[in-house]
């Protein structure tokens, strides 16, 4: 099954005025977790909205045969858990891992009640995330269905790159297993298409992360 990611999400700090975003920072709790840990688990109350203020986070869903499959990641100034602003009892959809060490300010329901009915900006806000969210189940449908692993896995390096930084040269910080998991394949997979981009000197492959190299070269593959 294919899988997109997200790279430009809308920031909740784009749509408050100076003061607010400044009041935003002060009175939200902030929270910092370490590579690797779990920030909430899927079925879990959604009881906070959390705003990325540096590092990585991935969302993961387990399929009904127990397989991970990561949704999106996201970066500085992004939020997930926007489940906390539909109404009470609402449940973590997917899960949420520090892909990196990670810093969050985590806005709790009545807070975020409160934003948005001082600010009509915040409902239309939170209306575009979750139309992001339709749009990218839509490009999964797509993907599944008419691209090839191959090409699934280049384009997921491609918006990791993106995602990690502009430099010419950007570490990856994932592993195989976690880009099969993006791009809806297998371990082996990602691991034949690496190894031949490898050898082609358009990746470095190193323990834990990937390297992309000339990203032209793999722009022009992944079309």
Do not use: W
């Amino acid at each position: 099954m294919g899988q997109t990611l997200s790279v430009a999400s809308p920031s909740l700090f784009g749509v408050l005025p100076e003061d607010e975003r400044r009041a935003l920072v002060t009175t939200a709790r902030r929270r910092r977790f370490q590579r690797r840990d779990t920030v909430f688990h899927e079925g879990d109350p959604g009881e906070t909205l959390h705003v990325i203020v540096s590092g990585l986070v991935s969302i993961r869903v387990t399929t009904p045969l127990g397989d991970i499959v990561t949704l999106t990641v996201l970066g500085p100034e992004e939020c997930f858990g926007e489940l906390a602003a539909i109404g009470h009892g609402a449940l973590r959809s997917a899960s949420a891992v520090a892909t990196t060490a990670l810093e969050t300010l985590s806005i709790g329901r009545a807070q975020l009640d409160e934003l948005r009915a001082r600010l009509p900006g915040v409902d239309r806000f939170l209306i575009e995330v979750l139309a992001q969210q339709v749009r990218r189940l839509d490009e999964h449908l797509l993907e599944a269905l008419y691209v090839a692993a191959d090409k699934r896995i280049l384009r997921r390096l491609l918006l990791l790159r993106d995602i990690c930084g502009d430099d010419d040269q950007v570490a990856l910080p994932f592993t195989q297993e976690e880009i099969a998991s993006m791009a809806g394949t297998t371990r082996p997979t990602v691991n034949r298409v690496l190894t031949h981009l490898r050898e082609e000197g358009l990746v470095e492959l190193g323990r834990g992360h990937i390297t992309v190299m000339d990203r032209a070269a793999l722009e022009h593959l992944a079309r």
